[in-house]
């Protein structure tokens, strides 16, 4: 039975609908009747909520209370907005408080600072600000004038200003730059910039750190009641923390 239901919804001429009409074409499509379906729905939601908003406004109390009214607050916008809470907190429960914000302060400094050292001791940090030490000695002003440091190194003198793999002449010679493979050669130079950049960013972050430290243990030792301040020597600026000179204490 089934079967001859299916097969004769098979055979079923589908169902079209008329198009706009071509004097009424200027009026856009037609309405079909799943489009006047979703409209008719969403006026039938709409209305119903009405109906239970108007129902439940002429049910109100107008003696009803509800902690909400004192807990918010109108803004010159017109609109609603909770009130911020005040949490009432003793001396010792916000000297806590900071003490354990400066704890997880130093903790990430120092989580910050092992992985600096870890990048370092993997890279060669080459910094253009740092000067070479490197020294020569000799006998005499003859010499001085006489001195060559391409031989003196004995190194190509494309490798001259290297700071790090700075290999011998004889040894360059010994290379087979025949089996170079340029994208071996390519992903190791994005690897290497890629570690420096992370190196900058840690070092960076470690130092931003280290000054808001430095804020908050200031701000800690000026709370305590038994040491005094004489003046600020330095106000307290993004990339420094205030400097003060105390007052001079007898420790017995």
């Known amino acids: 039975m089934s079967s001859w239901k299916n097969a004769h919804k098979a055979h079923q001429k589908p169902h079209r609908e008329r198009h706009q009409p071509e004097a009424r074409k200027n009026l856009g499509l037609l309405e079909k009747k799943k489009d006047y379906k979703l409209r008719a729905d969403d006026y039938n939601a709409k209305k119903a909520q009405l109906k239970y908003l108007h129902k439940k406004a002429l049910e109100r109390n107008p003696d009803e209370f509800y902690y909400h009214m004192i807990n918010s607050e109108v803004l010159p916008d017109g609109s609603r907005s909770d009130k911020a809470k005040v949490i009432e907190t003793t001396p010792e429960q916000l000297l806590l408080m900071q003490t354990q914000d400066h704890n997880y302060v130093t903790s990430r400094r120092n989580q910050e600072a092992k992985k600096v050292a870890r990048l370092r001791s993997r890279l060669h940090q080459l910094d253009d600000s740092m000067p070479n030490k490197h020294t020569f000695?000799?006998?005499?002003?003859?010499?001085?004038k006489k001195f060559n440091l391409l031989r003196k190194l004995d190194v190509p003198k494309e490798l001259l200003t290297r700071r790090y793999n700075r290999l011998k002449t004889q040894d360059v010679l010994k290379l087979d730059f025949s089996k170079a493979?340029?994208?071996?050669?390519?992903?190791v130079g994005l690897e290497r910039r890629k570690a420096y950049k992370e190196l900058s960013q840690r070092a960076e972050r470690e130092h931003k750190l280290s000054i808001l430290q430095r804020k908050m243990e200031l701000k800690k030792a000026l709370q305590d009641k038994k040491r005094t301040v004489k003046h600020r020597i330095a106000p307290e600026s993004k990339e420094a923390a205030p400097v003060y000179q105390w007052n001079w204490e007898r420790k017995r």
């Open 137 to 144: 000695f000799v006998e005499n002003e003859k010499e001085v």
């Open 181 to 187: 493979d340029t994208d071996t050669i390519t992903s």
